[in-house]
């Protein structure tokens, strides 16, 4: 008797749940428009419907389950009013499959049919050749076997058990293959599933109305591990004409929720400022460490840190490199790497920038980046070469281009292109307060720079106790470009460190020195075809009994050692 009151209570709470939730009205709706943040993306939905006179439930499902709850916002139009909004994650709902991993599932399951299949008739095979192999006698123990009778079963036995071990051996190929299907169809399945089997969110919101009406309901919110990073490609045709500067986003979702056809929108503000008055943190004012030549190809990744003039203010986690830029698709076409989970620390201006993306895009959420392009820019520049001979044997071409201000720029990685040719990648550096923002365009190859050790102005010297070298170079630049050009060159002095040791200059070309550091810079204007010189010439003299470092510590690299 205890037993069926407590059979109907049951019955009865759920029937009066059921009750309760009658009027509750479900909606799968698409997601229409999305902003995306640096860190995060507001997501867009609406849905037209109609609502009766006086309270009316309506709940979103299939949402993203990385929503933020306190990002939610609701509005509906036609004098109807949001009473109360809440969420939660619904474990219970089925995940919609896509198409593709419907396909992909099925063709597991076809191939593991075959597996079995596989083992079945593996099994049987067996079992006769065991059973073969267990009837050693065939005439009995009392009498023997004719000489044609012992014959016809040895043949009979030869020939089934090559029939069966032929079968066998087929098996285990075919059986190795369907294994390496299905774990092929099963990491494919992995890639194209992400986190499609997290559990979807619910936003349950009731509306009040004071007829039965038609309204729009508007509903937004912000989800985690989604978001954009800046990419640009910086192009000149030639030095005459004006710099393009392709500015693009790298966009990633890793929502849950797939984009279909959505219109963008990409954004540098916070998606999570909060509604106090804000206020002005203190200014300070120092020198930066930075160099305004950022520039680093493929053959040089061992100065990267230094030549792109960043690494002080830039910090990246080690988990997995940058993904490379070839390996970014557009839409919704192709594969790529799998975002990665490094993270770094970039600059924006106070004042947020946003930029409406003319075409829709489908993003599916796979945590993959994909390239979309944002605007472009024609920038007049005025070019300048700059050549580090000791180091480099070439001339880079920089870029200076004034307002970039009011260009919205985030920091970040450009790839160079010059005349048609990708010669490598730079950084746009917008941390810099000077109205001129300097690009590398990478090697010069027209610009020919040597530096060499003239030996009959070399020597050494030994008076008493003392030891005098002397070192001479001469550095020629030469012009072969039909145009003039401005180039500006670097070497260095040695700098003692020891009273002991004397550096005596001897010739410097009347360049410009830093006392402190030792480098020397010529700022030359050359015609086209036009050649000039540099001679750099000094001494050093120490006491013959030590040791001096004369050179400068080599750099170290790795190489194949057989």
Known sequence: MQKLIITLSLVTLVLNTKAQSAD????????????????????????NMTVNAGRTMVIFTGLSPKLISKSIQVNVNNGASVLSVSDKINFLAEQKQSPRVKQL????????????????????????????????????QDKGVSIVDLKLAADYYRTRLKDINSELFKLDKKNAKTHEAVNKMNNQLNEVIGDAQLPSAEIA??????????????????????????????????INKPVLLKYKAKVYNNSGVDWNDVKLKISSAD?????????????????????????????NMANNAQSAGYNQQRTISQ???????????????????????ATEEIQVSELSAEFDIKQTYSIPSDAKPYLIDVTSYNLNASFQYYSVPKVEKEAFMLARIAGWEDLDLIEGQANVYLAGTYVGQSHINTRSVADTLDLSFGRDKKIQVTR???????????????????????????NNHKAPIQIEVEDQLPISQNSEIIVDVKEISKADRDEA?????????????????????????????????????????SAPAF
């Open 24 to 47: 509750d009205i479900r909606v799968n709706v698409p997601v229409k428009s999305v902003i995306l943040y640096l860190d995060g993306a507001e997501v867009g939905q609406t849905k």
């Open 105 to 140: 599932r099925d063709s597991i399951e076809m191939y593991n049919d075959i597996l079995a299949q596989i083992s079945y008739d593996y099994d049987a095979y067996t079992k006769e050749k065991n059973m073969l192999a267990k009837n050693e006698s065939i005439g009995g």
């Open 205 to 238: 919101v009731l509306i009040s109305s004071t007829q039965k009406t038609l309204v729009d309901i508007d509903l937004k919110y912000v989800v985690k591990e989604s978001g954009w990073v800046p990419s640009y490609d910086l192009i000149s045709e030639d």
């Open 271 to 299: 998606p999570l400022k909060n509604a106090s008055k804000p206020d002005l943190a203190c200014w300070y004012l120092n020198f930066s460490t930075q160099t305004n030549y950022g520039y680093y190809n493929n053959n």
């Open 319 to 341: 988990e997995q490199t940058l993904y490379e830029e070839e390996n970014m698709t557009k839409g919704t076409k192709g594969k790529v790497k799998e975002l990665p989970k």
């Open 452 to 478: 060499t050790k003239l030996k009959e102005n070399n020597s050494e010297q030994t008076a008493g106790t003392t030891k005098k070298v002397t070192y001479t170079y001469e550095i020629v630049v030469k």
């Open 517 to 557: 550091t030792g480098k020397l810079k010529w700022k030359l204007s050359l015609a086209p075809d036009e050649t000039k010189k540099i001679l750099l010439s000094f001494s050093i003299k120490y006491p013959k009994a030590k040791a001096v470092e004369l050179k400068k510590k080599y750099r170290t690299i």
